[in-house]
């Protein structure tokens, strides 16, 4: 093929077949996959960006799983990953959820336009029949010239059937008038399936081949599809009776605000449960303090220290306080893995069951306030876990504007779960008047910071238009299978920014400019905030580490060096300080410089005011 | 009228979407001019949700007040 082809450097024979799995979000892709590959799969990064392809062997054939789509197109990440492996795939088992025809036909018949041949897995069979519906099979296969596999794919049905049906995988009925327009553009693209993306308008296609917007039919050709696909439904679909399963009630229940905020609150009680107390206490207990503050360090520590001094400078680089091999680690694998993996665990399970979307679209009112929608609950949600991952989530927000907005809220007033831990015990003690003192100030500046960027910032904000699939009991092996590459992936990013921030620090303590910033912090920490001027050295802490800040702060309260008030004060500004180092070189990684370095001085400035306007008024 | 104004339970025809972009990802998931859908949902001062057979899609209030439609029995 041409140098055009992205999936190229992804390391397949070139004369092998790629079979390509395609549908629509949560329609059981993934246990397809399983079922074809079983256990030679291989998980990868697609080039240059942070969606996960997995790859495995059946037969003599390479199978690839795609991110779920709605249609191929370039509208996020996650489309133009799709769309890419789609492009280049030799036979497509295209998984449909039976129940949603009408939206997932669309994805296939613009598949089917692409010619590349494909076998459909009529997945969801079970649901068909609960939900009162009844469908034509052998008219739906007529009607799109492909054959069509009633699955359960949770019961395993069908699969037998998908794996003989591949071999005899063709092309279908496109459209003719699409196949039209596609021929005008044929000789300028490497594959047919290229020319249709030519005439849809497809940025990313065009500027791959060098062609200008010229044949733009895009409008058109949705429509002639829309009008395609809603026949062919109205033909093979009918009705046996209304089926508003449990199921059917309980997403209206979480929808509507009466029933949804209760089960909203219950939802994120049993996350703290699980992610505050479970995972954070217990779980890094033994991870943090035992398996990496023990064995792990005992082990580096008992090597290296036979070639190194730990008070030379390479030595404090690779094993001091902040060092590459003793600090990065701890913290990557002990504290942040298990907070990370469970975070994304009960988000896997979210999305999975279908809840994620109506959260969503509860909220969407209350986040407009703040130019944001209802999608930036995810990262918000994922920021009490840690701010780092959640940055990286903000990725899904529609414009630039949300982005921004979104991360510079998540750097300044959220606490991350190593935060709250340290706050929470240092606060409980000194009573109820003192948390909601703490609490209504950290509202405040997150209600105020949102509203006056909303509107301040330049541009517009996109809209909220989700599908809301139904509810469904997740999978577990879908759950951890994603919670392991998300997991993973979050490693991977932040992995590497850590240990630089390790080596910034440890040369900055070596150099004494550690201890220069805490003196010259001074006369702020004492006289506009009103603290001891030992603080300043914790607030340094905090830019490290968040929970370093707050742990430091312990030690002045143990000390008695902070009364009640004082605590709070700090408490504040350590919470909307900036966040720790691998929170900032994410945002940096993420965003401009411009706006990353106005994120960062920003809050700077934005926790010293408040704090001190605190400190002026109770101290 | 507009999208925002339609009650709980009616029926509706879509008769503009103003946003090009807009149009080419609401007509996947079944949203576009002519298209006959049924609010089976709406939040208070927040999305309203449309309904077309088996599928929901969530709007935000916002833009629903740009989508143009009319009731229908």
Redesign the interface.
């Known amino acids: 093929m041409s140098c055009h082809n992205p999936i190229e450097n992804m390391s397949i024979p070139k004369d092998t077949k790629k079979i390509v799995l395609a549908g629509n979000p949560n329609v059981g892709k993934s246990v397809f996959f399983n079922a074809l590959t079983g256990i030679y799969v291989d998980v990868s990064n697609f080039p240059g960006t942070t969606v996960d392809i997995s790859m495995g062997k059946y037969k003599d054939s390479v199978v690839m799983d795609t991110p779920g789509v ?2 191929v ?1 370039s ?1 996020n990440d996650e489309e133009r990953v799709a769309r890419d492996v789609i492009l280049f795939a030799d036979v497509i088992l295209n998984v449909v959820d039976a ?2 025809l ?2 997932d036909l ?2 296939t018949q613009q598949i089917i336009d692409m010619g590349i041949p494909m076998v459909i897995a009529l997945n969801m069979m079970d649901e068909v029949k609960r ?1 009162g ?1 009844k469908i034509d099979i052998k008219k739906l296969s007529e009607k799109l010239g492909v054959e069509v596999i009633p699955t359960t794919a949770v019961k395993k049905e069908g699969f037998e059937e998908i794996k003989a049906a591949l071999d005899r995988a063709k092309s279908g009925n496109s459209i003719p008038k699409v196949k039209d327009l596609m021929t005008q553009v044929i000789d300028y693209v490497d594959v047919e399936a290229e020319a249709l993306l030519v005439v849809e308008e497809d940025e990313n296609v065009l500027k791959r081949h060098d062609l200008e917007n010229n044949y733009g039919k ?2 058109q050709i ?2 002639l599809r ?1 009008d395609r696909v ?1 026949k062919v439904v109205e033909e093979v ?1 009918s ?1 046996t009776n209304e089926g508003a399963s449990f199921k059917t009630k309980l ?2 229940w979480m ?3 009466i029933t949804g905020i209760p089960i909203l609150f219950i939802a994120l009680f049993i996350t703290y449960q699980l992610i505050g107390v479970f995972v954070a206490q217990t779980v890094v207990g033994i991870t943090e303090e035992v398996i990496m503050g023990q064995y792990y360090y005992d082990f580096v520590m008992g090597i290296l220290t036979n070639f190194v001094s730990e008070t030379s400078f390479v030595g404090k680089l690779l094993i001091g306080e902040f060092g590459i091999l003793t600090m990065a680690p701890v913290y990557l694998f002990g504290l942040l893995l298990p907070l990370v993996a469970g975070f994304y665990f009960i988000l896997s399970i979210m999305e999975d069951s279908g809840y994620l ?1 109506r959260i ?3 909220v ?2 209350l986040l ?1 306030f703040f130019g944001l ?2 999608r930036a609950i995810i990262p918000i949600i994922l920021g009490f876990g840690c701010v780092t991952m959640a940055t990286i989530t903000t990725r899904l927000l529609g414009s630039k504007r949300e982005r921004f907005i979104a991360t510079m809220l998540l750097g300044l007033a959220i606490p991350c779960s190593a935060q709250l831990g340290v706050i929470a015990g240092l606060i409980a003690p000194l009573g109820a008047k003192m948390f909601l003192l703490y609490a209504i100030t950290i509202f405040i500046v997150f209600v105020l910071t949102g509203t006056i960027l909303n509107k301040i910032m330049p541009g517009e904000s996109t ?6 699939p ?1 509810i469904r009991v997740p999978i577990l092996k879908n759950v951890l299978k994603k919670t392991y590459l998300k997991s993973k992936a979050f490693i991977f990013e932040a992995g590497p920014l850590f240990v630089l921030g390790a080596i910034i620090i440890t040369i900055m303590d070596h150099t004494g400019v550690l201890t220069m910033i805490s003196d010259a912090l001074a006369p702020v920490t004492v006289g506009f905030l009103k603290l001891p001027k030992e603080t300043a050295q914790t607030f340094i802490m905090g830019i490290i580490r968040r929970d370093f800040g707050a742990a430091g702060l312990s030690t002045l309260v143990q000390q008695g060096l902070l009364n009640p008030l004082q605590t709070v004060v700090s408490l504040v500004a350590i919470t909307l300080f900036v966040p720790c180092i691998a929170a900032i070189m994410v945002i940096f990684k993420e965003r401009s410089w411009q706006e990353s370095a106005l994120i960062w001085i920003g809050s700077f400035i934005i926790s010293f005011l408040t704090a001190g306007i605190l400190a002026q008024i109770v101290l | 009228m507009t999208l925002d104004l339609i009650g709980k339970g009616q029926k509706l025809e879509i008769v503009h979407i103003p946003d ?11 949203i ?1 001019e002519g298209a006959r859908l049924t609010c ?2 709406k ?5 309203v ?1 449309l309904q ?12 629903a007040k740009k989508i143009a439609i009319k009731s229908i029995a």
């Open positions: 709605y249609g197109s509208f129940v949603h009408e939206r669309f994805l939900n519906l895009r409008e949705y429509k829309r809603d679909i009705e997403g209206r929808l509507s605000p979307p969503a679209a509860l969407d009112r407009t929608n209802g809209d909220l238009l989700i599908d809301l139904p | 090009s972009s807009i149009r080419a990802q609401a007509i996947r998931l079944g576009y089976s949902e939040l208070p001062a927040g999305p949700i077309n057979r088996m599928q929901e899609i969530a709007i935000g209030r916002n833009l």
